[in-house]
């Protein structure tokens, strides 16, 4: 099974974590993906099928292109869980 992780960067976020300064101060690359928000969402399902047909891979929200972090306001569980839901009913094959 291929592994991926969405992240998504907090506008509140006052610090962000080293690693992740790091991660970004690289740039994009065949593991790692930047959107600049969940507007992006139908791109970054690709991006996901994508690192589910290779060795897997990080996607960002809230990071642009030119490696500006941006973060995504008002992020809410709600927020979380329709991020989830368009993931799932959008990546086949499915596990049920």
Do not use: W
Not at 79 to 88: A, C, G, K
Request: aromatic fraction near 8%.
């Amino acid at each position: 099974m291929i592994m991926f992780n969405i992240i998504y960067i907090s506008s509140r976020t006052s610090m962000l974590n080293a690693t992740i300064m790091s991660k970004v101060s690289f740039g994009e690359s065949e593991t790692i993906e930047f959107k600049e928000s969940l507007s992006e969402l139908p791109e970054g399902a690709e991006t996901l099928c994508g690192f589910e047909n290779q060795n897997g891979g990080v996607l960002y929200f809230g990071i642009k292109n030119n490696h500006e972090v941006m973060g995504i306001p008002n992020i809410t569980e709600k927020t979380i869980r329709d991020l989830s839901q368009h993931i799932y009913d959008n990546l086949e094959p499915q596990n049920n």
